[in-house]
């Protein structure tokens, strides 16, 4: 196993043959490992998991078509939008794709928090012109109609998932049980877990992985730790990746702020093998969030993104609006994840609709600042030319 100083040598030694053998162009693949060859990737690019609508079948095959990995997020999709999906996918591409699922998240036998919760909740929905939130109870392992669960939904999904046609799978959120891995291993699907310590990566890699992405901290979206205290998972992307290559003897995949070339770049210095890219795809024209989400991104600053509990229960970074704002002021009154999560859901689709921001999850990275809007193909061409730059100006 090379060491980080092992590892700049050998990526100026990279640097300087690519330069011999190809002066008019730098490869940054010479960078890269095995890993894009065995995804059949020509970038060390995968587009993120984005799962509650972000990640189309267009935004998916696009990324593909592009030489990178599309991946759907199919953590709230049913086994049969899942099955859709996946076939509207496959008419689009040829190339390979992944799919994501959350690891099975046991729900609450406490109904009453949630009873509280909606008299919270119901003055925004009157605002939005909603019908007061009905009272629920969630018993044990139950997490409502559209959110990963134990039991037979999980079940339904990792059968719909390993029918996908994906030639990857990748899951977060926790450890998937012995079975499923055997299933999916029986696929022949390259198998990805997610790590936020290396604690954790250690855990992936004995339960028979195939590569484990690291989430740093600046990651947006719901945070993966597992296996120790949310605040303790905290860890920058730039700490955490060598620290997980050091330890483990799998690819690494880094994830967490990585919004352009020189981010990718800057990975594979640490002994990555590929970069997970989510921000930067969400404003992509094929991402399937609103337009005032897409907005919120393009207009957001590094300092303007919070990790909260406020919408779905389980600690994700978004951007900070009033909803979030309002929620935190009584935190400990929020239910955990996935129950949060149910009681919102229709408060945030309406919210969709009506183009009101200041009550929508915007889940984003703390690189926002580097977002832009285009095609999912024009980003990675851009990505590419970065990566290039970055290499030429190292060399």
Not at 92 to 116: H, Q, Y
Request: proline share 5%; hydrophobic share 45%.
């Amino acid at each position: 196993m090379l060491t980080l100083t092992a590892r700049v040598g050998l990526l100026w030694g990279l640097i300087g043959s690519v330069a011999i053998e190809t002066p008019d162009k730098v490869s940054y693949m010479a960078l890269a490992s095995n890993l894009a060859r065995r995804l059949g990737l020509a970038h060390p690019i995968i587009q993120a998991p984005l799962a509650g609508g972000g990640d189309t079948p267009d935004l998916v095959a696009a990324v593909s078509n592009s030489g990178a990995l599309g991946f759907i997020g199919a953590a709230y999709l049913t086994p049969e939008q899942i099955e859709s999906t996946a076939a509207a996918v496959r008419a689009k591409t040829s190339r390979p794709f992944g799919i994501n699922l959350f690891a099975p998240v046991p729900g609450s036998d406490s109904p009453s928090i949630p009873n509280s919760m909606l008299a919270r909740l119901s003055p925004y929905f009157a605002e939005l012109g909603l019908p007061a939130p009905a009272s629920a109870s969630f018993p044990t392992g139950q997490t409502g109609s559209h959110a990963s669960s134990t039991g037979d939904r999980t079940d339904a999904q990792l059968a719909a998932a390993l029918e996908s046609g994906a030639s990857c799978f990748s899951f977060t959120l926790g450890l998937l049980s012995a079975d499923a891995v055997a299933q999916i291993k029986a696929r022949k699907m390259f198998l990805v877990g997610t790590a936020t310590t290396v604690d954790e990566a250690v855990q992936l890699e004995k339960l028979g992985v195939d590569a484990i992405i690291t989430q740093g901290s600046e990651a947006g979206g719901h945070r993966g730790t597992f296996a120790t205290d949310f605040a303790q998972g905290m860890v920058g992307t730039i700490s955490l990746v060598p620290q997980v290559v050091d330890a483990v003897r799998l690819p690494v995949i880094a994830s967490g702020g990585i919004m352009d070339g020189r981010g990718i770049i800057a990975a594979l210095a640490l002994g990555a093998q590929a970069a997970q890219m989510g921000t930067a795809f969400l404003t992509c024209h094929e991402a399937g969030v609103p337009e005032v989400y897409k907005q919120a991104i393009l207009n957001a600053r590094e300092d303007q993104t919070r990790i909260t509990r406020a919408f779905s229960g389980r600690p994700a970074r978004g951007i900070v609006n009033r909803f979030m704002t309002e929620m935190e002021e009584d935190e400990a009154s929020i239910p955990q994840f996935p129950i949060q999560n149910s009681l919102t859901r229709s408060l945030r689709t309406a919210a969709a609709k009506q183009g009101r921001a200041e009550f929508l999850s915007l889940w984003s990275g703390q690189g926002a600042r580097l977002a832009r809007r285009q095609s999912a193909a024009e980003l990675i061409e851009r990505l590419a030319g970065e990566m290039e730059e970055a290499v030429r100006r190292l060399r």
